[in-house]
């Protein structure tokens, strides 16, 4: 073979190799694509509200195929109306991602009020339907926010209508989002509540959050895949000795649920 020929078949195999990755990296992206938008979506926690459910740090997949897609479920918002491929719909206390029109963000709370449901909340106790839930003290801890903030709370498991119990916490009874007027879910709609009772941002604030449309929900959260304190970037990895918490890693976000008797 001269050296021309060589030279020649050297530049077609490093087209043929250029190609061949160029393809590779196609197809990776493709399926990470199709990877988020239809099966599970990665999320980080950058606020207290849920806490100590999700903390601030914690990272965690939600599913996008448990409820369906909606129309913010994709990487770009699409003009879909309600939710599609939905053959499941989301229940009374489910922990939902979902889409906050009056903000642009995306918020996670959990599902407190279903369509046609009455809320409202009296001295600190919460209301469905006229019925006030049970809820029972289970510890005292202190609670620090998004601004380093720390406050003292008391812990409650609080047990939905259909016996599904999830911990709440409390600076008192008496912040300004304990004493509420009814609120009446209406069809196609959702209320949403953080965990973390006086320190969430939700739909008892109808002009920051209100009554979240079902189209609007991202998806369930489900588990928490990593966690560290104070919010510091997961890619600085000589911090993770001392601030990763490891009791956290791999979990469910549903292990606090009990059923009662």
Not at 126 to 132: A, G, R, T
Not at 141 to 147: F, K, L, M, R, T
Not at 240 to 260: C, E, F, G, H, L
């Amino acid at each position: 073979m001269s050296q021309t020929t060589a030279t020649k078949a050297d530049k077609k195999a490093n087209k043929n190799e250029l190609r061949d990755t160029v393809v590779v990296i196609v197809e990776a992206l493709v399926i990470a694509l199709v990877f988020r938008t239809f099966l599970y979506q990665p999320f980080s926690i950058p606020t207290a509200s849920m806490q100590s459910t999700l903390m601030i740090g914690d990272y965690f997949v939600a599913s996008k195929f448990a409820w369906g897609l909606g129309k913010y479920s994709f990487p770009i918002p699409l003009p879909i109306n309600g939710r599609i491929l939905a053959f499941a719909e989301p229940k009374q206390g489910d922990i939902a991602v979902f889409h906050n029109e009056p903000t642009g963000e995306d918020y996670i709370k959990r599902i407190i009020g279903m369509p046609g449901d009455k809320i409202q909340m009296k001295q600190g106790r919460l209301y469905i339907n006229d019925v006030e839930l049970q809820r029972v003290q289970v510890g005292t801890g202190s609670d620090v926010d998004s601004n380093a903030d720390p406050q003292p709370v008391t812990l409650y498991n609080e047990t939905l209508p259909d016996g599904v119990v999830h911990t709440i916490q409390e600076i008192s009874d008496d912040q300004p989002l304990d004493n509420t007027a009814p609120y009446v879910v209406p069809p196609g709609h959702y209320f949403m509540m953080g965990d973390n009772r006086d320190r969430s941002a939700d739909s008892r604030v109808l002009s920051q959050v209100g009554y979240v449309p079902a189209g609007n929900i991202i998806g369930k959260a489900e588990a928490r895949f990593f966690s560290i304190k104070d919010n510091i970037p997961p890619w600085q990895v000589w911090q993770w000795p001392a601030n990763v918490r490891w009791d956290r890693m791999i979990q469910s976000v549903y292990q606090t649920y009990t059923k009662t008797p």
